[in-house]
């Protein structure tokens, strides 16, 4: 594998960098890991606000997980509404759901801390539609607070921007890029990685227009480097402008 990033010191520098711009931020609540499977589930591409008042729904209309596993897809995509593809998220989250049933009725994933990482992780993608972002999120931000950082879309528009992966990474190339730069980390570290990244990738290094002179970690930015070469027309510029005005 070959993975397009310096040294192992600059993960720490580039964490230094955020934290110093955006303050360390608090850890998250940790949930059972099988509540944390269904929030992570149900939040791809949409708004943490949003993902979570969904969650919550879910739970006050199903307190107890077989009941869930047990409800129809339609009931759960009414209730997930207004995240993004809720026909899929429904479809995959009841299979998931029955699956774990099947070989734990009590619904407790807590034996997967005794697992490696890899192995837990392994154990969590064999679920339909869990993939990396998913089986990461369950280690890492539940209670079993096992050491697996989580790549979504917005770290690894960092990550990649930055020159820790490729352009063209996938997110399973990103997670073992980042993890390799971070050894040795625990649970809460990547946990608080992953908010400083994705709140940079919100606010500045967005998707239609990285916001490159304002960006804490500029200096060894791979793409912030190539963008400071590149000549700028007055037209093209004022144009750029106009764009991002309308869009905002």
């Known amino acids: 594998m070959a993975f397009d990033f ?19 931020p608090d850890r998250v609540c940790a949930r059972a890991p099988i509540g944390q499977l269904v929030k992570s ?17 879910l739970v006050q209309a ?6 869930l596993a047990a409800a129809s897809t339609g009931d759960v995509e009414v209730l997930i509404s207004d995240v993004t593809f809720p026909d899929v998220k429904a479809r995959h989250l009841g299979d998931a759901l029955r699956a774990i049933g099947a070989r734990h009725p009590d619904f407790d994933l807590a034996f997967l801390g005794r697992l490696s990482v890899a192995e837990a992780l392994t154990w969590l993608e064999r679920l339909p539609g869990v993939g990396r ?31 820790f992966v490729r352009r063209k990474a996938g997110t399973r190339t990103a997670y073992d890029a980042a993890m390799a ?47 400071s070469r590149r000549p700028v027309r007055a037209g093209r510029r004022n144009t750029d402008r ?6 905002e």
Not at 242 to 247: D, G, L, Y
Request: proline share 5%; aromatic share 8%.
């Open 6 to 24: 310096g040294a192992v010191g600059d993960m720490a520098w580039v964490r230094d960098q955020l934290r110093s711009r955006f303050g360390q």
């Open 41 to 57: 589930s149900i939040s791809g591409r949409t708004l943490d606000e949003v993902s979570l008042a969904a969650y919550r729904r």
């Open 62 to 67: 199903y307190p107890e997980w077989p009941a």
């Open 133 to 163: 972002k998913v089986s990461a999120s369950t280690l890492n931000f539940s209670t079993l607070d096992m050491p697996a950082f989580v790549v979504d879309s917005h770290v690894l528009r960092v990550l990649s921007r930055y020159g």
């Open 181 to 227: 730069a971070s050894p040795r980390w625990s649970a809460a570290e990547l946990a608080e990685l992953h908010i400083l990244m994705k709140r940079l990738g919100q606010t500045i290094c967005r998707l239609n227009r990285a916001r490159c002179p304002d960006c804490p970690i500029r200096q060894r930015c791979k793409t912030a480097a190539a963008s």
């Open 242 to 247: 106009r764009q991002e005005v309308m869009r």
